[in-house]
């Protein structure tokens, strides 16, 4: 991981949700029901678990590597577990879950196949929801993303897992009937607020690039920003994919 949370979590939460369609194809696509033990993987402020139990009631453990994320999620009541997904190893007995969601997680784990088949051992009958970018979405972000921080493409393609991919290593794990559809993640106006966002380096590639290359993006984005009359729109999509056990 080489994104500072500490320094993350202290915006996060002003800066980063999901539209509650998004939690609902979670729902839908996880077959969550009343009553369910669920992992939240890599819950970070634990955004989507607070959202999951407003519509639903269930027990919900969270995990991440991150302390200082990790306190923002128990603020918020939730139970949470330090752990690093990315060792081969989760802390919990076999069988102890029986839907298990990741979102945007995954593209910072450096052994998925040893995470999906540590997903594979502790979920019951039940299944692995994941929500992360295809390669697609991350080309189709918004103009002014590609136009003035045009090397978080390639960056962020060469971190995010593509579909296909995902898709072969869940099934390599044991996972069966995968499923993918895309959703919509954010639609934000492209203003002063956005701006601010940006300035707070509000998605973690933004902390990949040389500070002189942010500052530069940055400036040209304010200039953009000043010059319009009316709000551009950003949308940004994401895709859920599902694999069971
Ligand atoms: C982009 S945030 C997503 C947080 C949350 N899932 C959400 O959608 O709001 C990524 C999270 O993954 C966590 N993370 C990164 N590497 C991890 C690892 N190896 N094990 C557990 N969590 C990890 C980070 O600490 C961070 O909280």
Redesign the pocket.
């Known amino acids: ?1 080489n994104v500072d ?1 500490a320094e993350v979590s202290k915006t996060y939460d002003d800066y ?1 949700s999901y539209p509650e369609d998004v939690i609902n194809r979670i729902i839908e696509f996880g077959k969550i029901s009343e009553g369910m033990r669920i992992l939240d993987l ?4 634990g ?2 678990a607070c959202n999951l139990l407003k519509l639903i009631n269930a027990e919900i453990i969270g ?4 302390l200082p ?1 990790l306190q923002v999620a128990r603020e918020k009541s939730l139970e949470v577990i330090y ?4 060792n081969g190893w989760l802390p919990f007995a076999d069988n102890s879950f029986n839907a298990i969601i990741g ?3 995954i593209h ?2 450096n052994d998925l196949p040893l995470l999906f088949s540590e997903c594979y051992r502790i979920l019951c009958d039940g299944v692995l929801v994941l929500l992360t970018s295809s390669h697609k979405q991350i080309e189709a972000q918004h103009p002014v993303i590609k136009q003035f921080f045009p090397r978080c493409i390639d960056i962020d393609k060469s971190r995010f897992p593509d579909i296909r991919k995902i898709d072969y290593l869940l099934k390599s794990a044991g996972f069966k009937d995968n499923e993918h559809e895309e959703v919509m993640v954010e639609n934000i106006p492209i203003d002063q607020t956005y701006l601010q966002k940006v300035k707070n380096k509000y998605v ?1 590639t933004y902390h990949m690039l040389e500070q002189k290359e942010f500052q530069v993006g940055v400036k040209r984005l304010e200039s953009f920003i000043k010059s319009r009359r009316q709000s551009d729109f950003r949308e940004r999509r994401g895709t859920l994919i599902c694999g069971r056990k």
């Open positions: 991981m949370y980063r890599g819950c970070g402020t955004t989507v995990v991440d590597i991150s994320m752990a690093n997904a990315d979102a945007y997680v910072q784990i973690s």
